[in-house]
């Protein structure tokens, strides 16, 4: 059980355009997903916390007009990340939280390269 | 202070041996207490989580909490090769807080 799915697993794009990842729960209702980036070699930071139907959180320094997320659905979350740039190359990883539990499950991530 | 640190390592032990993984949190009203794992470009996967002092044992992962001291463990038994990774720390610091906090890491490498 607490099966969380990431599309696509990576992406390549060029400078300028908009990309967008999926994070699915794919056997539990997600009311809770957490947008998390990772540089190599560097630990998780906390991008954005989103609940289902509701505006999403941003952590202090993440643009919310660059990197949109949806939560529509109790199984769906995007990000959407906007004109994009080199230095958005990364590692995204989405995880989810069940009502009424405190664990996170994570997807297993979308690596983005930006040329 | 950092909410949640962990030794960043590298804590490398031979194979067959016992690996012991430390993680002190600040918030002393903390409430739920996790270790994931994460292999390199990997994303990170649950062991196990803990919510009450003493230990939690799950195969040859044992998890142990402390409330007074303000500090959980993760001990890795007969650790293999296998079990290289990094392992994250994580702490819901409050009863319904929306978030867990994550400590940095610890590397962990299993000698053959």
């Known amino acids: 059980g607490a099966v969380v799915s990431q599309h696509p697993s990576w992406v390549i794009c060029k400078s300028g355009t908009s990309v967008k990842i999926e994070c699915r729960s794919l056997?539990?209702?997600?009311?809770?997903m957490f947008w998390y980036r990772q540089f190599p070699k560097q630990s998780l930071m906390l991008m954005a916390t989103?609940?289902?139907?509701?505006?999403?959180?941003?952590e202090q320094g993440v643009e919310k007009d660059k990197f949109l997320i949806n939560h529509a659905s109790l199984t769906l979350s995007t990000l959407t990340v906007t004109s994009a740039h080199p230095e958005d190359s990364s590692f995204y990883i989405c995880s989810a939280r069940g009502q009424g539990y405190d664990t996170q499950y994570f997807g297993p991530g979308t690596r983005l390269t930006v040329l | 202070q950092k909410e949640v640190e962990q030794n960043s390592g590298p804590l490398s032990v031979p194979e067959g041996a016992i690996a012991s993984l430390n993680c002190t949190y600040s918030?002393?009203?903390?409430?739920?207490f996790f270790w994931y794992r994460q292999y390199s470009g990997k994303s990170p996967e649950l062991i196990m989580s803990?919510?009450?002092?003493g230990d939690k044992e799950d195969g040859r992962f044992t998890a142990q909490l402390n409330k007074a001291s303000q500090y959980v463990s993760l001990l890795i038994r007969d650790s293999q090769p296998s079990d290289s990774a990094t392992y994250l720390c994580?702490?819901?610091?409050?009863?319904?807080?929306?978030?867990?906090?994550f400590g940095t890491g610890t590397r962990l490498t299993v000698i053959p």
């Open positions: 803990i919510y009450s002092n």
């Open positions: 989103s609940n289902e139907g509701s505006k999403a959180t941003y």
């Open positions: 918030d002393r009203g903390s409430q739920s």
């Open positions: 994580a702490v819901n610091m409050s009863p319904g807080a929306n978030n867990l906090f």
């Open positions: 056997d539990f209702q997600a009311t809770t």
